[in-house]
């Protein structure tokens, strides 16, 4: 009996491994907390992709504007990257890109090949801005309202749900 019940005890480990993965699954979110909600977009400095004009976070103030976070190399950037184009094309919130740790080239073929929904986009080569605002990984995107204050944050591949739901309302509420 002994024998049956050590020769058990893996198998249960193992479903028990499982169980718990589950239930991670299901409760797990993208929404993570940011110390940067309802603060000013850190300060930053950098060179555009394609006119290598330099652009603080100043030159965006006047009217709200998405920031969003990706890089060639990023395959979940890929994925959402047609949902950015939708709502770049609808014309409802300036979108910014932030091409985070990329090299140029790789970054222009991918934009060349996926579109390039943004009104500019921004070189982190180190990844300072990217630090500073909090970023755990590509796509991330912000939504900042008129005055440069963060109101939004969304780790992760942004989807029509969430757009429809979270960030559409959003941008209507900062744009009156």
Known sequence: M????IALLPLTVFFGLIALLFVNLSTHTEVLPSPLIGKSVPEFEHQTLFSQQTRTQDDF???PWLLNVFGSWCPSCQYEHPLVNALAESGRIKVVGLNWKDETEDAIRWLNRWGNPYHEIMV????????NLGVYGAPETFLIDANGTIVYK????????????ELLPMIDKISL
């Open 2 to 5: 002994k024998k049956v019940l």
């Open 61 to 63: 103030k006047g009217e």
């Open 124 to 131: 982190d080569y180190v990844g300072s801005t990217a630090i």
């Open 154 to 165: 969304r780790a992760g591949v942004l989807t029509e749900e969430i757009i429809q739901q």
